[in-house]
RNA sequence: GUGGCUAUGGUGAAGUGGUUAACACUUACGACUGUGACUCGUACAUACGUGGGUUCAAAUCCCACUAGCCACCCCA
């Protein structure tokens, strides 16, 4: 056997990459309307940045980053998602000395040591936009209705939005209490790692799958109704807003997150379509990251799409393209014209095959039929004479004459 | 890290102990010597993930390993 890619690293061939330029497209294209620039930041980082931003007793961090030792004897770490070197860059750079208020978006591949599964990789692809120095919920209503505008535009109706509230330092704490006085009853109903987790996050029993967990949290106190006052006219405003520009949603209110740096509004978008992966985008309120990270006081709202599982929802067809031309030659002269006759074309944007082996009409024939070419040129000895060849439209079959040179031959294409 | 399932050519796959590994697709060439798609023909696995074992005989049974997939955990 030779030598495979690593586990959970996949390739993206041909055929399937058209679909990602068309996801990437898209998100630049909405994202971009909405005020957003792209920001390009490495895909290593100092491990630290990640043990505290995510949190250091989070699966991420505890089990899921290639970290390792480099030359220099520095901990660094393939990044597992986005937000924290965006934010670093924008502390280190000073970027909120500019203007406090960034609009910035990224794409590009992460990494976290998981066993692969359907629409889980090693290495995966996030699309993701943040907004930094906004505290006002206007702004959690358009990152969510800039973020459902992308899966519209992508034509995908089914991920339905989903949000929920996880409080501030305020009132998470007391929350948190509330909730673990609830669950201390219902111990022995509960499944083994809900008990395993009753002490570091308790908020995790509510999203459990397990049927006994199900039940026994069915009556569990919600964070919405413990938020503290400015948390609870934030969500309220928030929805408002959405409902002003009619962004459909639905309130999740048992929706966790596993990065530590939420706070306030939480969301994501769900699929019934991808097994026991639902989230296809996933995102937040981080207004205590920044500072945090030892930038300034400013809030923060961001999300990613997680791209493998949106081109897993899209349908790899729709997004070949085929060549305008093939150009058929046959003999040696007719060949040299071919290819200067192409090399024109193409300078002028048209897209233009032809053969390369000298092969026999049948062949090249084919060839342009396979490609889906849209148009067939044949140039053989009594062409290269008299100037003129026949031009073939593939799907109907209709050949019509053109004059061999470039303006009329790109002419008869346009046609 | 744990569990389940699977492993035959470029692809999808038949074949569950016995001489030539079915079929379809793809690819190449040809029938139509200068016109594709339809049709027809021809060609294409030093042999069945790897290593061992059982047997007169294994792709077919057993064991180990490896890989892939799906699920748990967690997440995009």
């Known amino acids: 056997m030779s030598i495979t890619a690593i586990k959970g690293?996949?390739?993206?061939?041909?055929?399937?990459?058209?679909?990602?330029?068309?996801?990437?497209?898209?998100?630049?294209?909405?994202?971009?309307?909405?005020?957003?620039?792209?920001?390009?930041?490495?895909i290593l980082e100092k491990t630290d940045l990640f043990a505290r931003s995510i949190g250091d007793t989070t699966d991420i961090v505890e089990k899921e980053m290639y970290s390792f030792i480099d030359k220099g004897e520095n901990r660094i770490t393939l990044r597992p998602e986005g937000t924290a070197g965006v934010m670093r860059a924008f502390i280190e750079h000073k970027l909120y000395?500019?203007?406090?208020?960034?609009?910035?978006?990224?794409?590009?591949?992460?990494?976290?040591?998981?066993?692969p599964q359907k629409g889980r990789y090693r290495q995966f692809h996030q699309i993701g936009a943040e907004v930094t120095g906004v505290a006002n919920p206007k702004i959690d209503a358009q990152v969510l209705t800039m973020l459902s505008r992308f899966f519209t535009e992508l034509e995908l109706d089914e991920p339905t939005l989903e949000i929920n509230s996880?409080?501030?330092?305020?009132?998470?704490?007391?929350?948190?209490?509330?909730?673990?006085?609830?669950?201390?009853?219902?111990?022995d109903a509960l499944c083994e790692d809900c008990c395993r987790r009753f002490e570091t996050n308790p908020l995790r029993a509510l999203d459990c799958k397990v049927e006994g967990c199900k039940t026994a949290t069915a009556g569990a106190p919600a964070m919405l109704e413990h938020l503290c006052t400015g948390c609870d006219t934030h969500f309220a405003s928030t929805r408002e807003y959405l409902e002003l520009v009619s962004t459909r949603y639905r309130i999740n209110n048992r929706m966790v997150r596993g990065l530590d740096y939420y706070t306030r509004t939480t969301f994501e978008m769900v699929t019934g379509l991808l097994g026991a992966q639902s989230a296809v985008a996933a995102g937040g309120r981080y207004d205590g990251l920044i500072s945090d990270l030892g930038g300034p006081q400013v809030t923060g709202i961001g999300f990613a799409v997680g791209v493998e599982r949106v081109a897993l929802l899209l349908d790899a067809a729709k997004f070949s393209s085929s060549p305008d031309l093939f150009i058929v030659a046959l003999g040696e002269q007719s060949e040299r014209r071919a290819f200067s006759i192409a090399c024109e074309l193409q300078a002028r944007g048209v897209s233009v095959e032809f053969d390369y082996d000298g092969k026999s009409m049948k062949s090249q024939m084919r060839r342009a039929d396979k490609l889906s070419c849209s148009?067939?040129?044949?140039?053989?000895?009594?062409?290269?004479?008299?100037?003129?060849?026949?031009?073939?439209?593939?799907?109907?079959?209709?050949?019509?004459?053109?004059?061999?040179?470039?303006?009329?031959?790109?002419?008869?294409?346009?046609?």
């Open 97 to 115: 000395a500019l203007d406090p208020l960034s609009k910035l978006y990224y794409m590009g591949p992460m990494f976290r040591y998981e066993r």
């Open 166 to 187: 996880l409080g501030c330092p305020e009132c998470r704490p007391a929350y948190r209490e509330t909730l673990k006085e609830f669950l201390r009853l219902k111990l």
């Open 375 to 415: 148009f067939t040129l044949i140039i053989g000895e009594s062409e290269l004479a008299s100037g003129k060849a026949p031009l073939k439209e593939m799907a109907t079959g209709v050949q019509t004459e053109v004059t061999l040179d470039t303006d009329s031959i790109a002419n008869h294409l346009k046609s």
């Open 9 to 42: 690293f996949n390739d993206i061939l041909p055929g399937e990459v058209e679909k990602w330029h068309h996801i990437e497209a898209a998100a630049r294209d909405v994202f971009s309307r909405f005020g957003f620039s792209e920001i390009r930041v490495p």
